[in-house]
């Protein structure tokens, strides 16, 4: 019967090897589908992972768990699996550890740091009590609004947060969500490697990583980060699918949009040198 596992040891790998494991949003069948087939073809531990406003769409936090677990017997799924809650607050992320999630988000940037700090460290302990991995954000990912990037994440910030027990951390390091905006003054790779040294050996999370060019991608995970967050690529991938095959009968542009999926989740796997680890 499937199952589902913490990535604890797979993302330490990540960061000790240099390469980042892939995270990647689902919002339906159809995607969870072309997500695991993705990861099953090129032998590569996946990281799905669901928005709060995903999940509500899908039915909620356990009709999404009982998919994925479904799937991965319906489709003989050999590769290890993590599934996260994405930018959950504090009700979802309790809500995800009592379900069996195997890792949640706590996304406390909106509130002060102490109260971030303080949830933080309640939702690790609920979460650790049932082998469950945690994520935190530090500083703040741009959500379009300027070609700045959101504010940038402090290197004490970090080291508290890591020192709280926070198993993955996501640091603004102008990195932004969505389509990056014209003028983009790109990732801070000095607040990067500062971070990346005051907690050594610590997984660094990349958001907004839709769109960031290569070039970047492989500075930003040489110097520590080791998982990457993927969605707007995924949603222009299906949109061109269904731009493309809008003539033709429904279940086929629904077939189109798994295979566009699948592709572009693939191309990214292979982007951040995460193929064929679920192996090593
Ligand atoms: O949490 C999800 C992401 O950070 C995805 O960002 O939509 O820019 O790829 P993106
Ligand atoms: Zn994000």
Known sequence: MAYLVNGNDIFKAARENHYAVGAYNTNNLEWTRALLRGAKETRTPLLIQVSTGAAKYMGGYKTVKDLVLNEMDNMDIDVPVIL???HGD???????IALGYSSVMFDGHNLPTDENLAKTKEIVKLAHERGISVEAEIGKIGENQGADGGELASVEDAKTFVAAGVDKLACGIGNIHGVY???WKGLNFDRLKEIAEAVPGEPLVLHGGSGIPQDQIEKAIKLGIAKINIHTELCQAAMEAIN???DEPFLAVERAVRQAVKERAMYKIKLFGD???ADE
């Open 84 to 86: 996260n809650l994405d």
């Open 90 to 96: 504090y009700e979802s992320a309790k809500e995800c």
């Open 181 to 183: 905006p014209e003028g």
């Open 244 to 246: 493309e095959h809008k």
């Open 275 to 277: 193929d064929g680890r």
